[in-house]
């Protein structure tokens, strides 16, 4: 008699993944420029890059640079706006057969936030919205929405008051306590919260006396942020009882199960993708034989069970 396959299949909110390995915002184009490398009908689901109402340029160039076990980045939310997402790239991301989680943001105002929503709560092919309140690589942005609880709480609640989808919280981690802005983003309505979103840093050419990213101030991320997402990730689920999608520094099968023992219900794969692009379903199948060597019938089973 065959042996039964232990269980990926996780619900956010009322998505529900056949597995629990996503993509992060950003990192992944519009998944069509990776249809080479793996089946992406595998994958848990696809998170966009982060769309805003209006179209963006982004930052000026250099706008990316190495550092020791990770990499700096300030893109600036380039993106085609709401209207040319909707007509010409989510048709593409629907083909893929893995649910599309669209990530919005704010220029400025708010309000913002509620346009996009309402626009995409009618659009099918849109199976879930991420709030990406935490991006750090706005020009002339002095702080962050995710920054203050206050601040947080009512943006969610907005949109909650907008849209049936579900809605995902992208926290920074770039605060005193993380755990106050994931409360205020449960309490809002957030069917779950995914976290975490790129450190801030600067690198310096010594020769040049000049930054290597323009803007000088750029979102680190890469395996030097691992140990600072799990510790979050396992501060955050001590806190608060809807999912956790964690990512930060994941490369292979080993670093994801550390989220899955601190706390997440599932993860994302990020900076791996331009190293490996094929890595998320590498994972996948790594979890498959993690759980089946452990004895471990669902993957759910191994949420939550750091001793301490």
Known sequence: MRKKEARLAVNIGKLKLKNPVMVASGTFGYAEEFADFMNLKQLGAVVTKTITLKPRQGNPPPRTCETPAGMLNSIGLENPGVDAFISKKLPILKKIGAPVIV?????????????????????????????????????????????????????????????????????????????????????????????INTLTGTSIDTDTKRPRIASVIAGLSGPAIRPVAVRMIWEVSRKIKIPIIGMGGIMDTPSALEFFIAGASAISTGTANFINPALSVEIISGLKKYLARNKLRDIKELVGTLKS
């Open 103 to 195: 990530s919005i943001a704010s220029e400025g105002d708010p309000d913002e936030f509620i346009s996009l929503a309402k626009r995409l709560d009618k659009i099918n092919g849109a199976a879930a919205i991420e709030l990406n309140i935490s991006c750090p690589n706005i020009r002339g942005k002095t702080s962050l929405i995710s920054q203050d609880p206050g601040s947080t709480f009512k943006v969610v609640k907005m949109v909650r008051e907008v849209t049936g989808k579900t809605l995902i919280t992208k926290l920074s981690p770039n605060v005193t306590d993380i755990t106050e802005i994931a409360a205020a983003a449960e309490k809002a309505g957030s069917d779950a919260v995914s976290l």
